[in-house]
């Protein structure tokens, strides 16, 4: 069964065109499913843990990345997580601005996701985890006066540094770069002045400083904080332009 999770966003008039859109190409691919909208809804882990219960396989989200740092979240975060990882395909719809999740992931914009959803070219994808948060592709930072514990030896970052933790790329452009992007490890880049590029890759690090570590352009946390992958994987329906 599908299940579509809406934003509680998507409620504006501005949306009903494109929403519309969506569901008539999702019919006419024999995709259709139940809609959970989150406009009411407080608790939304409880919720779709109860629909995975019910019978749900596909669960897409629809909105941006917020939407789907929500419903991954919910996924890893359950006691029954590791029946959910393997069980369970996500996949994104994307609608409106901040959507580096898609495009991290290679799925195009609104009708043209459809089709990927009824592709189903699948990855397994590892989750990041923040402390007790997780995110999808990056948590990021723009910061002086910063730490980082790798390992047995640490970083001092004393100037305005943009610093991003990667778990799976957004950037097209780093495909260039002489980079290794292990799947299974902590990608850290940090982009100092003059556009100098430090790049590193571990099991885990700790970001120190008074600060806070923003998580796929969707939430923030405060540091110190602890960031490493979680253990099992979830599996995702990519395009075939995606960054990893």
């Known amino acids: 069964m599908n299940l579509f999770v ?3 966003f998507l409620n504006k008039s501005r949306y009903n065109r494109v929403l519309n859109k969506i569901e008539i190409r999702l019919t006419d691919l024999g995709l259709n499913g139940k809609i959970i909208r989150l ?9 779709v843990h109860q629909e995975v219960r019910n019978g749900a396989k596909n669960i897409i989200a629809v ?3 917020e939407t789907a740092n929500k419903v991954v979240s919910a996924l890893v975060d359950d006691s029954l997580s590791d029946l959910f990882l393997k069980n369970i ?3 994104l719809i994307p609608i409106g601005d901040n959507q580096s999740i898609a495009r991290s992931l290679g799925i195009e914009k609104e009708e043209e996701a459809c089709n990927t959803i009824l592709a189903r070219r699948i990855e397994k994808i590892n989750i990041g985890l923040a402390g007790k948060s ?16 790798i390992n047995d030896f640490k970083i001092e970052i004393k100037e305005k540094n943009h610093l991003n933790i990667y778990n799976l790329n957004d950037n097209p452009q780093l495909l260039n770069k002489d980079f290794n992007f292990n799947k299974e490890k902590v990608k850290i880049l940090i982009n100092g002045k003059n556009n100098d590029l430090s790049y590193f890759q571990c099991d885990q690090v700790k970001v120190n400083g008074d600060a806070q570590l923003t998580l796929d352009n969707a ?3 405060n540091l110190p904080t602890n960031i490493s992958l979680v253990k099992n ?9 995606r960054l990893f």
């Open 89 to 91: 395909l996500f996949s």
């Open 6 to 8: 809406y934003d509680d």
């Open 134 to 149: 997780f995110f999808i592709n990056k948590a990021e930072i723009i910061k002086p006066q910063i730490g980082l514990d």
């Open 63 to 65: 909105g941006n990345n």
């Open 39 to 47: 406009g009411s809804i407080k608790n939304i882990n409880s919720l």
């Open 233 to 241: 994987k979830l599996n995702v329906i990519v395009g075939k332009n």
């Open 219 to 221: 939430k923030s946390i």
